[in-house]
């Protein structure tokens, strides 16, 4: 029997995170969890019966869409290794791009070598 996975984006602010959840035949589930444009984390939760994984499963579904994850249609796990490259190349230029430009603090002037910095009152 085979369960396809569900795939979920986070894309606010700074945040760039992807969640997928797959169902097992065993009475269990496995997530997968990170940031986008890498392989993320990988986490199995067994249970008793069949029915008490699919309820735990929908549970932190609709938890991960409040959070404010969209689901997608292709899990990162479900896509050839060449296609996350591409992916996370995407993702990275796209975030460059649409980030405004940071203005640098320039940095106070040093005081030479040599001279002496005096901090009582002048008379």
């Given at each position: 029997?085979?369960?396809?996975?569900?795939?979920?984006?986070?894309?606010?602010?700074?945040?760039?995170?992807?969640?997928?959840?797959?169902?097992?035949?065993?009475?269990?589930?496995?997530?997968?969890?990170?940031?986008?444009?890498?392989?993320?984390?990988?986490?199995?939760?067994?249970?008793?019966?069949?029915?008490?994984?699919?309820?735990?499963?929908?549970?932190?579904i609709?938890?991960?869409?409040?959070?404010?994850?969209?689901?997608?249609?292709?899990?990162?796990?479900?896509?050839?290794?060449?296609?996350?490259?591409?992916?996370?190349?995407?993702?990275?230029?796209?975030?460059?791009?649409?980030?405004?430009?940071?203005?640098?603090?320039?940095?106070?002037?040093?005081?030479?070598v040599?001279?002496?910095?005096?901090?009582?009152?002048?008379?």
């Amino acid at each position: 029997m085979y369960f396809r996975a569900r795939y979920f984006t986070c894309i606010v602010g700074s945040s760039f995170k992807f969640w997928t959840i797959r169902m097992n035949p065993d009475k269990s589930y496995t997530v997968r969890f990170g940031r986008i444009g890498t392989s993320g984390q990988l986490r199995t939760k067994h249970f008793e019966t069949q029915w008490e994984a699919q309820k735990a499963a929908g549970r932190i579904i609709q938890q991960k869409m409040e959070k404010g994850y969209v689901e997608n249609g292709v899990a990162v796990g479900d896509l050839p290794e060449e296609a996350l490259m591409v992916l996370a190349k995407v993702v990275s230029v796209s975030r460059k791009k649409s980030s405004p430009a940071k203005k640098r603090k320039t940095a106070k002037k040093a005081v030479p070598v040599g001279r002496v910095i005096s901090f009582e009152k002048e008379e």
